[in-house]
């Protein structure tokens, strides 16, 4: 087996048997490159102790800036009449690779929405924040905020219920995360093009004949 | 194992010393080095016959971090084991995801659309860089340099920013479909990401200033677990510790996927293969990952993000397919068959940390204990990976 490899143009190139023993640079008998690394350490020191960027974040207190697309604690959305939207269709929960979506489905009395959620259930030990189940609802009545930090004393309390689901960040949109639309950032889009749009507008009026593409 | 498979496995790997437990030379005692020592980089247990401080075998037990990630798979449709991938190696989690959407998309016949190929090999370039800055920190921190450790981690923040506002994760990244991205790129992200690019090479110059003519670096480096490049092919080692060892094989060059092969960049190769090689080889991929990316940014077409494919996803039956990608340690590949339902009827891992880990006991033969911990931080594992 060996000597088949050896045939290989690759690896039948002479090389190397032994390492090139470490021989000392006459910079390096004299630590020379030690100080310049004691230099950089020295560099940071100074430039921290001046002015910033401090790298660290004081946590409980400062909070981490998250994107408007973190995948953190759900929130179940509700109608403005502040029912749920939901109307218990069990997409979200066959999506889910974690299998930690439970729900237990009810008549709803207005015909036209037929079914909702009696008991909606998200075991947050068990989910791994994939974000399918939002993919997956049709009603966009799952998305995520950003909040991450769920820590519990119980393993049932790690069950959050429909009403904890719904209640504490849906009235905060800066608090939002992974969910189908972003209203921002389709506005920004809108905006450059609008923009864009209006360049082109200008340049016409002043009388250019061919605008570059 | 018995002793017939393993006097055999000894001649081929021409290992001086056999697996046996039982037997001890005067001096010889018995350690065990691990599941819960800080530096064997998570859940592996060595067994150790030393001579004093030096190392006359090493049994790696390893398992203990073992999911059944390969047997979740047969269980979920395609698209619901891509976060299985993200926790096999955690902190490389698009590439992971890259060779199993890679593999289903063989199988099923999908063609991937430019602008998710350029955005694929983005993030994939990314995780390259930034499984190396942790592989960076913690191999120096491993051999007692403090300072790298702030530094890379420092960057690493910089890097994985980035896929949170690309996927809102920051290590699960669960980015990537079979037959496409789910999302674009949102807005800002581009120049963000030029902004790091930019910044980063002097970074990379900041930590060789620190390790790679410090003579102290150097002598816990060079000269220790070196691995020759026959012994690296017949142990089928792969990634940056095969080409520290002088062989040129690359994955993005050899056999290209994506978009590599209109991107330009070199492999990086040194030829001692020893562990001060190995450090030298991954800066470098560091510095070219960088290259790629500005390439992938500056071509970046517009387009569409996913693929025309059914609304579920059905492997032909009998259909079977393997896909190997350079991944940050080495070729990750997935090895699917179908069996006409839309889960997969078996998926198996080539995971490189696994083989990789099968040279730890030729490369620390004959090594002092301090230098087992130096061999353990080059070799690079993950054990999520290694037990999957
Ligand atoms: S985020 Fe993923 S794991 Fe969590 S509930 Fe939704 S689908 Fe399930
Ligand atoms: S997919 Fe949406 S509407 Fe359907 S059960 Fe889940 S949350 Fe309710």
């Not at chain 2, 530094?151 to 690309?166: A, H, K, P, S, W």
């Not at chain 2, 080409?243 to 209109?262: H, T, W």
Request: charged share 25%.
């Amino acid at each position: 087996m060996r000597s088949e490899m050896l045939r290989d143009p690759v690896l039948s190139r002479p090389r190397p048997r032994a390492v090139t023993p470490y021989k000392k640079s006459l910079a390096e008998w004299l630590y020379l490159p030690l100080f310049g690394g004691l230099m950089v350490t020295l560099r940071h020191f100074v430039r921290n102790l001046i002015k910033g960027p401090r790298y660290t974040i004081e946590y409980p207190e400062k909070r981490r800036d998250y994107s408007h697309r973190f995948r953190g604690h759900h929130i179940l959305t509700s109608r403005p009449d502040g029912s749920l939207r939901c109307v218990a269709c069990f997409l979200c929960a066959t999506a889910c690779p974690a299998d930690c979506i439970k729900i237990e489905s009810g008549e709803h009395p207005d015909v036209n929405i037929e079914k909702y959620p009696v008991v909606y259930e998200i075991d947050m030990l068990r989910c791994v924040f994939c974000g399918y189940c939002v993919d997956a609802c049709p009603e966009e009545a799952i998305i995520m905020s950003n909040n991450y930090d769920m820590a519990y004393f119980h393993r049932d309390q790690s069950k959050v219920g429909k009403n904890d689901l719904m209640k504490p960040y849906t009235f905060d949109p800066s608090q939002l995360g992974y969910r189908p639309h972003y209203p921002e950032e389709d506005a920004q889009r809108a905006k450059m093009r609008r923009e864009a749009f209006n360049l082109v507008q200008a340049a016409r009026e002043a009388g250019a004949t061919e605008v570059a593409s | 194992m018995s002793d017939a498979i393993r006097s055999a496995n000894d001649t081929v790997a021409n290992n001086t010393v056999a697996h046996d437990d039982s037997v001890f030379g005067a001096e010889e005692m018995e350690l065990n080095f691990g599941p819960q020592h800080p530096s064997t980089h998570g859940v592996l247990r060595l067994k150790l016959k030393v001579d004093g401080e030096r190392i006359v075998d090493c049994y790696p037990i390893i398992g203990y971090l073992h999911r059944g990630t390969e047997k979740l798979f047969e269980l979920n449709p395609f698209f619901q084991n891509v976060p299985h991938t993200d926790r096999m190696d955690y902190v490389a989690a698009a590439t992971n995801n890259l060779a199993y959407v890679g593999a289903v998309e063989k199988l099923i016949g999908l063609t991937v659309p430019p602008r998710a190929s350029y955005i694929r090999v983005l993030l994939c370039e990314l995780q390259r860089i930034s499984s190396h800055l942790l592989w960076l920190a913690t191999h120096a921190i491993d051999i007692g340099a403090m300072t790298p450790f702030f530094y890379c981690f420092r960057e690493r923040e910089l890097v994985l920013d980035l896929f949170e506002q690309y996927c809102g994760a920051r290590l699960t990244l669960n980015c990537m479909r079979p037959g496409g991205q789910p999302f674009d790129l949102p807005h800002g992200w581009v120049d963000t990401c030029r902004e790091f690019l930019e910044l980063f090479p002097a970074k990379i110059d900041e930590y060789e200033n620190l390790l790679t003519n410090n003579r102290i670096w150097k002598k816990r480096t060079i000269g220790i677990g070196v691995l020759s490049p026959e012994v690296a092919v017949e142990y089928g080692i792969t990634g940056p510790m095969l080409r520290a060892s002088g062989i040129d094989f690359d994955l993005r060059k050899a056999m290209p996927y994506e978009i590599y092969d209109q991107v330009d960049f070199e492999v990086p190769l040194a030829e001692n293969g020893d562990t001060y090689d190995r450090y030298l080889v991954r800066m470098e991929e560091m510095r070219q990952a960088t290259r790629i990316l500005e390439q992938c940014l500056d071509q970046l077409p517009e387009g569409a993000l996913m693929a025309k494919k059914a609304r579920v996803l059905k492997a032909p039956k009998g259909g079977e397919v393997y896909h190997g990608i350079e991944g940050p340690k080495g070729e990750i590949g997935f090895y699917i068959v179908g069996d006409g339902k839309p889960i997969p009827h078996r998926c198996h891992v080539r995971a490189p940390s696994f083989i990789n880990l099968q040279s730890l006991p030729e490369l620390v033969s004959n090594h002092m204990i301090a230098d087992l911990v130096a061999i353990i931080g080059t070799t690079d594992i993950v054990l999520g990976e290694v037990d999957r």
